[in-house]
C-alpha cells in the first residue's frame, strides 16, 4: 500500500510554462484535495473533488485546473506559471464514510522564475 | 465558514519540557478537531483529532488534546518533551458534513534544544 503519491518531487519553471502535478491513491478513496503551503500562511485548498467526474474550487483556484477521471488519480495542472505559483502542493486523499482524517502525500517542491 | 489561529508562530523549549502549542477556531456550525505534524521535508502526518466525546484527546508520540467549546480552543499538550518533536504543527477544522474540506491554521514551529 503505498498510501498517496506525488511526482515530481521538486520542480523549477519558467514564467509562462505549463505542467501537471501528479497525484495517485491506492485506498480507494473517494476525496481528492490539492493544498499549497506558503510560509506563514499554512495550507490553503486549491481544488478538491469527492468523486470521478466531480471537482470543486477550493479557497485559491485561480491559475490552476483541475480533472478527476478515475478513483485514484486527481492531477493538478498550472496552464501559464507564475511567481506567485511558488509553493509547496500537497495532495491529500479521504475515504467518504471516514473518521474525516486526511491522508497527505509528500509535497512537491515548486519553483516558478 | 471556519477560521483557526494558532497564537504562536514559533516555541522554543527544552528538552523534557512541558509544552502547550495554542489553536482557537471559529465556525456557526459543529466542527471536527484535528492536529497535524510536518517534519522537516516531509508531509503531513495526523496527531490526533476530536469528533465527539470525551473533549480530552489522545495521540502518537504522548501527545494530547483539550477541547474547549466554549472558549472555541482546542490547545495540544505535551508534559515532556524530546528533541525529535521538532517539526511544525497544524491545528484543522472542518464542519461535520463536509470533512473534506479542512481548515488550517497558520502553524506553530516547535523548537527543541538540549
Known amino acids: 500500500n503505498a498510501g498517496v503519491t506525488q511526482t515530481p518531487k521538486f520542480q523549477v519553471l519558467k514564467t509562462g510554462q505549463s505542467m501537471t502535478l501528479q497525484c495517485a491513491q491506492d485506498m480507494n478513496h473517494e476525496y481528492m484535495s490539492w493544498y499549497r503551503q506558503d510560509p506563514g500562511m499554512g495550507l490553503r485548498l486549491i481544488h478538491y473533488?469527492?468523486?470521478?467526474?466531480?471537482?470543486d474550487q477550493g479557497e485559491v483556484p485561480n491559475g490552476y485546473n483541475v480533472s478527476r477521471s478515475t478513483t485514484e488519480d486527481f492531477p493538478l495542472r498550472l496552464l501559464s506559471a507564475a511567481p506567485s505559483q511558488t509553493s509547496v502542493y500537497f495532495c491529500a486523499s479521504s475515504p467518504r464514510t471516514g473518521t474525516g482524517e486526511q491522508f497527505f502525500g509528500p509535497g512537491t517542491r515548486l519553483t516558478v522564475l | 465558514a471556519q477560521s483557526v489561529t494558532q497564537l504562536d508562530s514559533q516555541v522554543p523549549v527544552f528538552e523534557e519540557a512541558p509544552v502547550e502549542l495554542r489553536c482557537n477556531y471559529s465556525?456557526?456550525?459543529?466542527?471536527?478537531l484535528f492536529w497535524y505534524v510536518q517534519y522537516p521535508n516531509q508531509g503531513l502526518q495526523l496527531l490526533l483529532k476530536?469528533?465527539?466525546?470525551?473533549?480530552l484527546v489522545k495521540g502518537i508520540n504522548g501527545f494530547e488534546a483539550e477541547f474547549n467549546k466554549s472558549q472555541t480552543s482546542f490547545h495540544l499538550r505535551k508534559p515532556s518533551v524530546h528533541i525529535s518533536d521538532t517539526a511544525e504543527y497544524f491545528c484543522a477544522v472542518s464542519d461535520v458534513t463536509g470533512f473534506q474540506k479542512l481548515v488550517f491554521g497558520t502553524g506553530t514551529r516547535l523548537l527543541v534544544s538540549p
Open positions: 465556525s456557526s456550525v459543529s466542527v471536527y
Open positions: 476530536y469528533l465527539s466525546g470525551s473533549t
Open positions: 473533488s469527492v468523486g470521478a467526474g466531480i471537482t
